[in-house]
């Protein structure tokens, strides 16, 4: 829980830069992370917020993929789904701005963790073919030398996606976020794994939402 405790001391000290556009906090209601998936549990996946409701920060403790000569063709490729719902007053607007996912690896030379997550805003009228939606996608390689034993890997990227349509029109809205990932290796026998160390076990996930008035 180490990498969540810096992000929230972070975040903290970014909440107290003030903004026009931001609703005030008191009107802003995010819920309780909802998760799913072979890589994840309600009970694996932790929720922190910013005080002025514009960072979150999801610790997805119990995600974990691994190859090996001993591991399961399972534990290759894991994925998990996560839904919060997100309450904000009228005449605001909300997006995507950007994600950061952080964590630790072992990956040998040759193994290569592909990473891909879909952002979209589901409620009122808007399904999963609506374009209020942004993609992820990005590798952690282990390159010529590799990566030692529990590296530190971090993904980070601009998601702006186009503005959701502002409360009382849409309401409460869903945050959900589809996030898979892949181990590969090029060579035979490679041992190699993502999320499996004991002190920073899974991953951070932190994600910026933007407010505009409107």
């Known amino acids: 829980m180490r990498l969540q405790a810096i992000y929230i001391a972070l975040i903290s000290a970014l909440s107290l830069l003030t903004n026009a556009a931001l609703p005030k ?6 819920g309780r992370a909802e998760a ?31 190859i090996g000569v001993a591991k ?7 994925g998990c789904t996560i839904q919060v719902v997100i309450s904000y007053p009228p ?19 040759g193994a290569t963790a592909n990473f891909t997550s879909d952002l979209r805003f589901l409620g009122y009228g808007l399904d999963m073919d609506d374009g209020r939606y942004s993609t992820v996608s990005a590798q952690v390689v282990g390159g010529d030398d590799g990566l030692p034993e529990y590296t530190t890997w971090v993904i980070a990227q601009e998601t702006r996606a186009g503005y959701m349509c502002r409360a009382p029109c849409c309401g409460n809205v869903t945050l959900n976020i589809m996030t898979r990932v892949r181990l590969s290796a090029a060579l035979a026998g490679v041992e190699a794994d993502l999320g499996y160390h004991e002190e920073s076990p899974g991953f951070l996930l932190q994600l910026r939402l933007g407010w505009e008035t409107c």
């Open 72 to 78: 399961p063709p399972t534990e290759r490729m894991k």
């Open 91 to 109: 005449g605001f607007a909300i997006s995507f701005v950007n994600t950061t996912y952080r964590g630790k690896a072992t990956l040998p030379r």
């Open 25 to 30: 906090p008191k009107d802003v209601t995010i």
């Open 36 to 66: 799913s998936g072979s890589g994840c549990s309600s009970s694996s996946v932790s929720l922190s917020v910013s005080p002025n409701r514009t960072d979150l920060a999801f610790t997805l403790s119990q995600f974990g993929v691994a």
